[in-house]
Protein backbone atom coordinates (compact mmCIF):
# COMPACT_ATOMS: atom_id res chain seq x y z
CA UNK A 1 0.00 0.00 0.00
CA UNK A 2 1.41 3.96 -1.22
CA UNK A 3 1.41 5.79 2.31
CA UNK A 4 1.08 9.72 0.61
CA UNK A 5 1.79 12.30 3.35
CA UNK A 6 -0.40 15.53 2.25
CA UNK A 7 0.33 18.69 4.24
CA UNK A 8 -2.35 21.07 4.32
CA UNK A 9 -2.23 25.06 5.48
CA UNK A 10 -5.57 26.16 4.18
CA UNK A 11 -4.33 27.54 0.88
CA UNK A 12 -5.28 26.80 -2.42
CA UNK A 13 -2.38 24.86 -3.34
CA UNK A 14 -3.57 22.43 -0.79
CA UNK A 15 -6.44 21.65 -2.47
CA UNK A 16 -4.41 21.43 -6.33
CA UNK A 17 -1.98 18.62 -3.78
CA UNK A 18 -5.26 16.87 -3.13
CA UNK A 19 -6.78 16.47 -6.33
CA UNK A 20 -3.64 15.28 -7.75
CA UNK A 21 -3.97 12.70 -5.08
CA UNK A 22 -7.39 12.25 -5.96
CA UNK A 23 -6.54 11.29 -9.42
CA UNK A 24 -4.01 9.23 -8.48
CA UNK A 25 -6.73 7.37 -5.58
CA UNK A 26 -8.93 6.85 -8.76
CA UNK A 27 -6.14 4.70 -11.13
CA UNK A 28 -4.65 3.46 -7.85
CA UNK A 29 -7.42 3.09 -4.53
CA UNK A 30 -4.06 1.10 -2.73
CA UNK A 31 -3.36 4.35 -0.67
CA UNK A 32 -3.09 5.34 2.72
CA UNK A 33 -3.81 9.26 2.36
CA UNK A 34 -2.26 11.30 5.50
CA UNK A 35 -3.15 14.68 5.78
CA UNK A 36 -0.68 17.04 8.45
CA UNK A 37 -1.24 20.12 9.39
CA UNK A 38 1.27 22.46 11.04
CA UNK A 39 0.31 24.94 13.59
CA UNK A 40 3.27 27.44 14.13
CA UNK A 41 4.01 27.73 18.36
CA UNK A 42 2.63 30.19 20.30
CA UNK A 43 5.78 32.41 21.83
CA UNK A 44 6.92 31.60 25.58
CA UNK A 45 5.66 35.19 26.27
CA UNK A 46 2.21 34.03 25.46
CA UNK A 47 2.52 30.37 26.75
CA UNK A 48 3.29 31.09 30.36
CA UNK A 49 0.59 33.00 30.80
CA UNK A 50 -1.98 30.68 28.71
CA UNK A 51 -3.46 26.89 29.74
CA UNK A 52 -1.75 24.60 28.17
CA UNK A 53 -5.19 23.34 27.16
CA UNK A 54 -6.43 26.29 25.94
CA UNK A 55 -3.43 26.91 23.78
CA UNK A 56 -4.23 23.13 22.56
CA UNK A 57 -7.84 23.91 21.54
CA UNK A 58 -6.60 27.03 19.37
CA UNK A 59 -3.90 25.01 17.57
CA UNK A 60 -6.63 22.13 16.89
CA UNK A 61 -9.07 24.51 16.20
CA UNK A 62 -6.99 26.12 13.67
CA UNK A 63 -6.10 23.11 12.10
CA UNK A 64 -9.67 22.03 11.76
CA UNK A 65 -10.42 25.09 9.98
CA UNK A 66 -7.70 24.54 7.54
CA UNK A 67 -8.18 20.92 6.97
CA UNK A 68 -11.81 21.37 6.15
CA UNK A 69 -12.52 21.61 2.63
CA UNK A 70 -9.39 19.19 2.35
CA UNK A 71 -11.66 16.34 4.03
CA UNK A 72 -14.68 17.39 2.29
CA UNK A 73 -13.09 16.85 -1.02
CA UNK A 74 -12.00 13.46 0.19
CA UNK A 75 -15.00 12.57 2.09
CA UNK A 76 -16.91 13.12 -0.98
CA UNK A 77 -14.59 10.94 -3.67
CA UNK A 78 -14.49 8.22 -0.85
CA UNK A 79 -11.11 7.99 -0.34
CA UNK A 80 -9.83 7.05 3.56
CA UNK A 81 -7.23 9.42 5.07
CA UNK A 82 -5.49 9.97 8.30
CA UNK A 83 -5.30 13.14 10.09
CA UNK A 84 -2.31 14.62 12.13
CA UNK A 85 -1.42 17.69 14.03
CA UNK A 86 1.86 18.86 14.17
CA UNK A 87 2.88 22.20 16.09
CA UNK A 88 6.53 23.90 14.99
CA UNK A 89 8.53 24.93 12.10
CA UNK A 90 6.72 23.60 8.94
CA UNK A 91 8.85 22.31 6.75
CA UNK A 92 11.09 20.28 9.86
CA UNK A 93 7.55 19.14 10.84
CA UNK A 94 6.66 18.09 7.37
CA UNK A 95 10.15 15.92 6.91
CA UNK A 96 9.56 14.56 10.48
CA UNK A 97 5.66 13.12 10.25
CA UNK A 98 6.40 11.85 6.74
CA UNK A 99 9.94 9.73 8.40
CA UNK A 100 7.74 8.40 11.73
CA UNK A 101 4.95 7.41 9.34
CA UNK A 102 6.99 5.97 6.94
CA UNK A 103 5.52 7.75 4.36
CA UNK A 104 6.13 6.55 0.19
CA UNK A 105 6.53 9.71 -0.64
CA UNK A 106 5.32 13.55 -0.24
CA UNK A 107 3.09 15.54 -1.85
CA UNK A 108 3.59 19.42 -1.32
CA UNK A 109 0.99 22.13 -3.12
CA UNK A 110 3.35 25.37 -4.05
CA UNK A 111 3.04 28.75 -4.62
CA UNK A 112 4.13 29.87 -8.30
CA UNK A 113 7.12 32.29 -7.44
CA UNK A 114 9.84 33.29 -9.21
CA UNK A 115 13.31 32.52 -7.84
CA UNK A 116 14.40 36.01 -6.60
CA UNK A 117 11.06 35.53 -4.30
CA UNK A 118 11.45 32.48 -3.40
CA UNK A 119 14.69 33.40 -2.61
CA UNK A 120 14.00 35.97 -0.49
CA UNK A 121 10.99 34.98 1.43
CA UNK A 122 12.25 31.09 1.83
CA UNK A 123 9.96 28.36 0.57
CA UNK A 124 8.64 25.47 2.35
CA UNK A 125 8.49 23.37 -0.17
CA UNK A 126 12.19 23.81 -0.69
CA UNK A 127 13.13 23.16 2.81
CA UNK A 128 11.37 20.18 2.94
CA UNK A 129 12.95 19.25 -0.21
CA UNK A 130 16.58 19.55 1.56
CA UNK A 131 15.42 18.17 4.87
CA UNK A 132 13.72 14.62 3.61
CA UNK A 133 14.82 11.45 2.50
CA UNK A 134 11.29 10.87 1.16
CA UNK A 135 10.51 11.64 -2.29
CA UNK A 136 8.87 15.20 -3.14
CA UNK A 137 5.97 15.88 -5.45
CA UNK A 138 5.49 19.66 -5.77
CA UNK A 139 2.38 20.69 -7.42
CA UNK A 140 1.69 24.02 -8.59
CA UNK A 141 -0.22 25.84 -7.62
CA UNK A 142 -2.00 28.94 -8.70
CA UNK A 143 -0.42 31.02 -10.79
CA UNK A 144 1.25 34.51 -9.13
CA UNK A 145 -0.23 37.50 -9.96
CA UNK A 146 1.00 40.90 -10.94
CA UNK A 147 2.36 42.38 -8.28
CA UNK A 148 4.26 39.17 -7.06
CA UNK A 149 5.94 38.55 -10.63
CA UNK A 150 6.48 42.32 -11.79
CA UNK A 151 6.12 44.59 -8.84
CA UNK A 152 8.21 42.95 -6.24
CA UNK A 153 11.11 41.95 -8.22
CA UNK A 154 11.14 45.71 -9.44
CA UNK A 155 11.35 47.04 -5.64
CA UNK A 156 14.15 44.61 -4.91
CA UNK A 157 15.95 45.66 -7.91
CA UNK A 158 15.47 49.52 -6.85
CA UNK A 159 16.64 49.22 -3.76
CA UNK A 160 19.73 47.30 -4.79
CA UNK A 161 20.52 50.01 -7.02
CA UNK A 162 19.57 52.41 -4.39
CA UNK A 163 22.27 50.71 -2.25
CA UNK A 164 24.60 50.16 -4.81
CA UNK A 165 24.51 54.47 -5.64
CA UNK A 166 24.79 55.17 -1.74
CA UNK A 167 27.38 52.70 -0.71
CA UNK A 168 29.41 54.69 -4.09
CA UNK A 169 29.06 57.98 -2.43
Known amino acids: MLKILVPVDGSSNSQHAVRHVLREFRSNPA ?8 QPPFSRHITQWVDRKAVNEVHAEASEKALRPIR ?15 VGEKATSIAKAAQQLRCDHIVIGTARKNSLIRTVEGSVTNEVIELTTVPVVAIAGDPASKAERYGIPAGIAGSLAWLVVAAAN
Open 72 to 86: QMLDQAGAPYAVHLA
Open 31 to 38: MDIHLLNV
